[in-house]
């Protein structure tokens, strides 16, 4: 099961690679890993998603809590949660085409967000999901490049992730 | 006003350390000048790196107090690396202190230049680069506060050359505290639970107190015992466990698990009830397969560390928390219960018991004529300590047999390498120990495969005077690689045998201005190595052939219950 994890971590130098050690050296996966500071720029939230059964995961949490600099984490998927990815994709857009794709990106509500004669850069956030969604939904087009954030995310309600 | 390096220095004596573990080279001279300026903090120069890590783990294991290390860049810090992942096993408290290469040629490939803070990630529980002279003291408080509380570990602490300069100077405050926001090891456990878990074991029919090394450890052996003698319960200790109950008692089944013996294992098996403490369900234990690991069991976990709790077998009843105050708790709550323990039943159980104990699983058949079989080594050893020495040990058969027939009745006796298994950690960790306690008896166990991982310290041993006594059982081969080689691979016995280039072990004793005794003859195994312990100031190495053919029994079958073992080389269960 796909689960999102997010953490408060020191901003030290060497941290971030205490974290993604972890998952390499007992073998769990990392799908996608967003980094930054935030407002209290002595801490970092990172936001990891990673696959796994409840054994697995718990396993995960535990020894991401037992890391020294990590302050805090939740794990979000427990709970009512927003998620929110950033994706940029160049596609090529010449010929009919070219209408096709600003359709197709409206539809999902992209934006364009730079052109060429050739193609468009669109710009879209959501749920990790719905940029899956628009990828399919572009299969007859031609992909030039796809940069995706990772996901990041927030408890709904008045849940907090703070020190 | 202090440069760095006196600070170092000045902030361990601060931390109470007076005794440190180490080798010198380019990127800590500033600091080995450091130590040379002053006399309250010692050093004990090893013969390479891995020994200073290993003497530290074994002075730590010991004491109970952190051993320190020191070593220098690159090379030095590669060397300690498998002393470090040793005392991360074994949860070990520990600081390491590698020198760097001064901070503006950090990435540039300098001479001796290693990336230690990531060579040693995987293997520490935290680390600390020093970026600057007045973080010193801090960062010592820290590493100290770290390496010691919660679950023990090693940290280390890199620091660049010219962070210890001499020529800079800065005011020095030893900090009262650490503060560490994102850290807070648990100081009590849940009373719910221990309440939910006194409760079961003492409704239990056939429990069992299954002790790891986290009571040695946590200086639990006491409370455990007390409270395994007012339930009287059956209690089994693991290999790291070993001394945490005394081993003579009544009580006790042995050590479980791989080579444990046959009561203890089938005791587990067949519990009903079993309380787990400062044990980790180590696959030693399990054996491959944990689902067939003790069906009928209710498991009861105390464990300092969260992540060991239904890591592999999973807990019924959890408890985070520190062995002594979850210990205490515990007492008081068995104390106050209303719940009368089914007395029946526990005779009933301990009738069981007995029967299996009645196997003598440890029975040692004499070999034909003069002959000696490592165990008679043990027994011997033992009987000659009466039992009542510190004993380190290497990696194999050898550390088996120890384990098996030195009957440890105090904690912090037994010293091996149990988690990583490091073959040359005898040796080096006898010297820890013995640095501690100058007046005890020291033995380290070992085989002539592993003490030639670490013969070096030999030379330490004779500078530092210490009359440790090497029991070699020298049975001329890798013998748990025969063994397994035997009864895996059809005897083929692939790069475990060596018998004709063997050093002699009395010459090289002597060589390096020890003593050397080579025991040949059952008839005279335990006059010789009275002799040997006779000989109080010197480093004895008594080298004894053994028969080489000899296996260790008990031993579990491969993805069996704990109820399957191979009793002798002809007989199962």
Redesign the interface.
Known sequence: MRRIVSILLENQPGALSRVVGLFSQRNYNINSLTVAPTDDPTLSRLTITTIGDDRKIEQIIKHLNKIVDVAKLVDLTEGSHIERELLLIKVKATGAQRAEVKRVADIFRGDVVDVTPTMYTIQLTGTSEKLDGFIQALDGTTILEVARSGASGVARGEKILSL | MLSGGDMLIRALHDEGVDLIFGYPGGAVLHIYDAIFNQDKVDHVLVRHEQAATHAADGYARATGRPGVVLVTSGPGATNAITGIATAYMDSIPMVVISGQVTRDSIGLDAFQETDM??VS??VV???F?VQKAEDIPMVVKQAFH?ATSGRPGPVVIDIPKDVTDPGETFPYEYPETAK????SPPTKGHSGQIKKAVEILMNAKKPIIYSGGGVVMGDGAELLTKLAQKLGYPVTNTLMGLGAYPATDKQFVGMLGMHGTYEANMSMNDADVILAIGARFDDRVTNSDVSKFCPDATILHVDI???AI??TVTAHVPIVGPVVPVLEEMLEQVNASKVQIDEEALAAWWKKIDHWRERDSLAVTPAEGEVIKPQQVIQALYKVTNGDAYITSDVGQHQMFAAQYYHFDKPRRWINSGGLGTMGFGLPAAVGVQLAFPDAIVACVTGEGSIQMNIQELATCNQCALPIKIVNLNNEALGMVKQWQDMQYGGRHSHSTYADSLPDFVALAESYGHVGIRIEKLSELEEKMKEAFAIKDKLVFIDVCVDPNEHVYPMAIKGGAMSEMFLSKTERT
């Open positions: 803070i990531g990630r995987p529980k935290h680390s680069m770290i560490i926001r994102s850290y560390d969260p992540a239904s890591k």
